[in-house]
């Protein structure tokens, strides 16, 4: 399946649109799996518990629990390819940041400055979507919008379920 990629500069709204989306499909009863690429440190697990000391020894772990259940692993960067083989199974797979990884999909933007400077590391056809989550006048930014990127669609982040129907299209599923 190829992932519906999400990306944006850092607070711009990426992780709350996605969150809403998600709500949405799931409701819908659609199985919504999401790949997060972040270019900081993460830490999954507490220092000092049992999985912790385990994954510091050189394993990889699997820990689960009656709600939910976490995997690590020792690998390098893997290509958004590569990780959603992880996903095959869903019906919708979403891809959060990659920038340098990008697929086709939605820019989340605030302002037409961030658009422009996304467009530097994008390829122009690859934004097929773009989320408006800026202060100014949707119409107004979608106005300037379509000088730059003529072929993208172009909503504010609070229409959440044409961003939800441009993900499920995007999937291949009828909306």
Request: charged share 30%.
């Amino acid at each position: 399946m190829i992932p519906v990629s999400f990306f944006g500069f850092s607070n711009s709204g990426k992780t709350a649109v996605i969150s809403e989306v998600v709500a949405i499909l799931s409701e819908r009863g659609f199985r919504v799996g999401v790949i997060k690429h972040s270019d900081k440190k993460i830490e999954m697990d507490i220092e000092g518990k049992d999985s912790w000391r385990i994954f510091r020894s050189g394993a990889d772990v699997l820990v689960l629990s009656p709600v939910k259940m976490a995997f690590q692993a020792h690998t390098g960067e893997m290509s958004l390819h590569e990780l959603s083989d992880y996903f095959r199974d869903y019906d919708v797979v979403i891809a959060e940041g990659f920038k340098k990884d990008f697929l086709k999909g939605v820019a989340v933007v605030r302002d037409e400055a961030e658009l422009i400077e996304l467009l530097r590391v994008s390829k122009k056809n690859d934004i097929l979507l773009v989320v408006y989550t800026g202060d100014e006048g949707i119409e107004d930014f979608r106005k300037k919008c379509r000088l730059i990127l003529s072929h993208a669609e172009v909503v504010s982040s609070s229409d959440v379920e044409k961003i939800s129907d441009f993900v499920l299209r995007f999937s291949g599923i009828k909306v």
